[in-house]
């Protein structure tokens, strides 16, 4: 009766050591700073902005960061801010945590994923990327994206409303996301193309009609190059309707 007796003593004492325990760490959870800012980028992401730079932008968009509690910092409104940025794609900020029970730390944790660009255009005034969707992205001297280029007569409004499509096409193909390499578009808008294997220029003509286009250069490509060699051709023509027309070296 008397072991009982103590047992819930026992218990009853227990219990309001964890709980003042708990009280006393929410209090001070709820006190604990911003003391370190932590950017991770993705490792499938292009790198146009590296982690300075993404952090120089977080701490633009709150020059108070580090005088604030870590849970009166307004995540949504950084990560709003982080996606004027054209340059990234989605950005999720998180509040961490860290420390023992008399000590605590506060960490912002910022992960960033950039945009994938499909295309470059160099056109004498002007040097940017696109991506699928159309998004311009500057370029940068510190990262170069190994991606298709296109030169000449190419303003951004032909490129994005003209060329997307078909890039967009050849960037999902293995095949013509491998063989292409360059695409220059002449004053009237026709595109000249370069290869990596075989060393033929392609007269592809206009971008419309390109899937019948490609299904013409491709059965080209499967049926006659095998037999007479990649380097038989120097130019192989494309402008007119269902025809290819090659010229000799």
Known sequence: MFKSFLNIILVGVLVIFVLASLAFSAGKLSKVGCDELVVKIAEDSPRFLDEEEIERLVKKADAKLFEKQLNKINTEALEAELKKETTIKNVEIYRRVTGETMEFKGRLLVEVQQRSPVLRVINGKEDFYLDNEGVRIPSSRAFTAKVLLVSGHADEKFVREQLLPMINFMDEDEFWKAQIEQIQV?????????????????????????L??????????????????????????????????CTKK
């Not at 049926?223 to 025809?243: C, D, F, H, M, R």
Request: no cysteine.
């Open 186 to 210: 002449n004053k009237n808008g026709e595109l000249l193309m370069a290869t990596l294997v075989g060393d033929q220029l392609i007269e592809f003509g206009a971008p419309s009609d390109y």
């Open 212 to 245: 019948i286009k490609f299904r013409n250069l491709k059965a080209l490509y499967e049926q006659a190059l095998p037999k007479v060699g990649w380097e038989y051709y120097s130019k192989i023509n494309l402008k007119y309707t269902n025809q290819v027309v």
